[in-house]
T-cell receptor, first 116, second 115 residues
Framework: AQSVTQLGSHVSVSEGALVLLRCNYSSSVPPYLFWYVQYPNQGLQLLLKYTSAATLVKGINGFEAEFKKSETSFHLTKPSAHMSDAAEYFCAVRLNYGGSQGNLIFGKGTKLSVKP | DGGITQSPKYLFRKEGQNVTLSCEQNLNHDAMYWYRQDPGQGLRLIYYSQIVNDFQKGDIAEGYSVSREKKESFPLTVTSAQKNPTAFYLC??????????????FGPGTRLTVL
């Protein structure tokens, strides 16, 4: 079965520091992976997605993620945190087999805090 | 503007009552989804529909029901059988095509509180 694990339910960084949010997946076949961001009391917004093209994926708001098959990881990074980056971030993997093909499996989320 | 609307934003329900959450999209998407979000648990799939007049149970369908009579609408009913309905409910839609690149777009959510 496919699943997603996000390491760290809370991450705190200083403004201007590197942001690193970790995501590991389990999949027996090549996965399709997504990162979403959620601001308080709002829906989810797509940051970026990996669909088996380039392994380094650039997204909105200066975020990027690298797909590493050998490590089964898809970590999200941003070189310099901004106060507006404070939100909850979700990693998701798309099911690519079976009757539920196409559905997303979400990690439990990581809340990012940015200190001035 | 194209997008997904959910109403109401906040909803209060007494125990034992059914309540219906609205989800409408004008993106001409075939597929629609309902998720439930609880603190620290991420999103869990309740129901999904890949085409009009068809829908499938997700991981936590017990105590919920849906209909898909129109392409643009996918209402969710939270029934009295749902033991713990207080949560944030999110609706999403996608084209339903091209499994590898299909993106789910989310509405703003409805926060349901049972009194």
């Amino acid at each position: 079965a496919q699943s997603v694990t996000q390491l760290g339910s809370h991450v705190s960084v200083s403004e201007g520091a590197l942001v690193l949010l970790r995501c590991n997946y389990s999949s027996s076949v090549p996965p399709y992976l997504f990162w979403y961001v959620q601001y308080p009391n709002q829906g989810l917004q797509l940051l970026l997605k990996y669909t088996s093209a380039a392994t380094l994926v650039k997204g909105i708001n200066g975020f990027e993620a690298e797909f590493k098959k050998s490590e089964t990881s898809f970590h999200l990074t941003k070189p310099s945190a901004h106060m507006s980056d404070a939100a909850e971030y979700f990693c998701a993997v798309r099911l690519n087999y079976g009757g539920s093909q196409g559905n997303l499996i979400f990690g439990k989320g990581t809340k990012l805090s940015v200190k001035p | 503007d194209g997008g997904i609307t959910q109403s109401p934003k906040y909803l209060f329900r007494k125990e034992g009552q059914n309540v219906t959450l609205s989800c409408e999209q004008n993106l001409n998407h075939d597929a629609m989804y309902w998720y439930r979000q609880d603190p620290g648990q991420g999103l869990r799939l309740i129901y999904y529909s890949q085409i009009v007049n068809d829908f499938q149970k997700g991981d936590i369908a017990e105590g919920y029901s849906v209909s898909r009579e129109k392409k643009e609408s996918f209402p969710l009913t939270v029934t009295s059988a749902q033991k713990n309905p207080t949560a944030f409910y999110l609706c999403a839609s996608s084209t339903g095509l091209a499994i590898s690149t299909d993106t789910q777009y989310f509405g703003p959510g409805t926060r349901l509180t049972v009194l």
